[in-house]
């Protein structure tokens, strides 16, 4: 008779390379799971029940890692650990329930969202750790609406909100480039809760105000959305629930050389905010280029278009172009790109390039063919480029 075949489980596990050995998390244990030695705070596996109590109080999100195993790691493992291992191959017969255990509604919602990529996405090297999945739509975070003002011109149809949200005594880190999770109050008409929609974050890691401990979002009101209505809608003061934070690919380098090239549309610009925040903020002078593509049908539909004024091409050389101006040649961005297609075929031939497209699901594809046309007319192989940029982590697609 064949031995009957073992499944995977979800192990527990801390990050002994961010931990800051607080005991926070061995505190907050309702059934003490969690040790320490003079080397590593740990989970037993044996103990371990998921229910979580530990996650949102942990400062620095190492407690908020996962590794799906055959036999769990030892506490005499962990203990000796410097660095996590990596996830395990667990072999074809169980990729299948792997599968099925990481999945979820927010990670599907990701890997549509990346889809453009072509391949599997990847952080960029110098890119901090982020932490993910710190609240759940079980154990939301509540923010507060400090403020909801209005981005575009009043009298357009594009109505899109600056919105920002402190989340007051909570810990909730951000890297620019993630995303957080909104539940909107009230059910579907089959009686069940809506579905959490995704935000990219707008601000920088050190907050919309600097150590404030808020961000901000940029939401597009949509006709019958169920969520856009109801956070453009907000009104100063109300409570908001948060999940997240999500996302650990489609984030920012670190390194100051880094030539961020960085295309949109619409909401599509709110990563790029914090981006461009997060250069003014950190990196003052850094020899890198942050170059903006960013496409809208007027001035006045166009977010941020008075702020974006104000940058100073120092520290961002913009390219603003518009599809429905009178009088005027319909533009997109990947037409721009083609009259720079010089300049961006050099930045193409650099290591140290990351492109980055965020915004309406399809436009990838005009983006991809501005790439390949420019490439072909310069002497280069997008083809051959564009896997090398996404295995490196300098090739990433938001797209929704
Ligand atoms: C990674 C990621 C990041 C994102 N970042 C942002 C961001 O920064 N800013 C932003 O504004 N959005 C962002 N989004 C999109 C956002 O998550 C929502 O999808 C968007 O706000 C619409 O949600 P909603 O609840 O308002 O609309 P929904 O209620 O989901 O409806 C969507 C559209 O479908 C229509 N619709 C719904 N039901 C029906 C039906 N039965 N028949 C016909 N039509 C129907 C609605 O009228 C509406 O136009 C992001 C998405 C992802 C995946």
Redesign the pocket.
């Known amino acids: 008779m064949n031995a009957p075949q073992k499944t995977p489980i979800k192990q527990h596990l801390i990050d002994p390379e961010i931990c800051i050995r607080c005991y926070t998390c061995e505190e907050m244990c309702p059934i003490d799971a969690i040790t320490h030695d003079d080397n590593n705070v740990v989970v037993d596996a044996a103990k371990c029940n998921y229910c979580m109590d530990c996650i949102a109080p942990c400062p620095t999100g190492s407690i908020d890692n996962w590794r799906m195993v055959m036999e769990p790691y030892s506490l005499q493992d962990q203990f000796s650990w410097d660095e996590l291992p990596e996830q395990q191959d667990l072999g074809e017969a169980d990729t299948g329930a792997l599968a099925e255990a990481m999945e979820d509604e927010i990670s599907s919602?990701?890997a549509?969202?990346?889809e453009g990529t072509g391949g599997k996405p990847a952080a960029p090297a110098s890119a901090d750790k982020p932490s993910i999945n710190l609240y759940s739509r079980t154990r939301p975070a509540v923010a507060r609406v400090q403020g909801n003002y209005r981005i575009t011109d009043e009298g357009t149809g594009s109505d899109?909100r600056h919105i920002i949200l402190s989340f007051g005594e909570q810990v909730f880190p951000v890297l620019e480039g993630q995303?957080v999770g909104?539940v909107?109050p009230g059910t579907k008409p089959d009686g069940r809760p809506?579905?959490i929609?995704?935000?990219?974050v707008?601000s920088a890691r050190d907050g919309e105000k600097r150590n404030a401990n808020n961000l901000a979002?940029?939401?597009?009101?949509?006709?019958?959305?169920?969520?856009?209505?109801?956070?453009c809608d907000l009104k100063k003061g109300d409570e908001v629930q948060v999940t997240g934070p999500?996302?650990g690919t489609?984030l920012m380098p670190n390194d100051p050389s880094a030539n961020i090239v960085m295309i949109c549309t619409?909401?599509?610009s709110?990563?790029f905010r914090a981006f461009t925040e997060r250069r003014r903020r950190a990196m003052p002078g850094a020899p890198g280029k942050l170059i903006l593509y960013f496409g809208a049908r007027t001035p006045g539909e166009l977010p941020y278009f008075g702020p974006l004024k104000k940058v100073p091409p120092a520290l961002m050389e913009q390219h603003l172009v518009y599809s429905r101006v009178p009088d005027s040649p319909k533009e997109y961005v990947q037409d721009r790109m083609r009259v720079n297609g010089e300049a961006l075929s050099g930045l193409l031939t650099s290591d140290r390039t990351h492109i980055y497209i965020c915004g309406l699901k399809g436009m990838e594809t005009g983006v991809d063919e501005a790439l390949a046309d420019i490439c072909r007319k310069h002497g280069l192989d997008w083809a051959t480029i564009k896997p090398v940029m996404r295995a490196s982590g300098r090739y990433h697609v938001?797209t929704?």
């Not at 929609?197 to 990219?200: F, H, K, N, P």
């Open positions: 919602l990701l549509r969202a990346h899109v995303s909104i909107p809506h579905d929609r995704l935000y990219s707008a979002l940029t939401v597009k009101r949509e006709e019958g959305g169920v969520c856009s209505n109801y956070l999500f996302g489609f619409g909401t599509g709110a990563p938001e929704y």
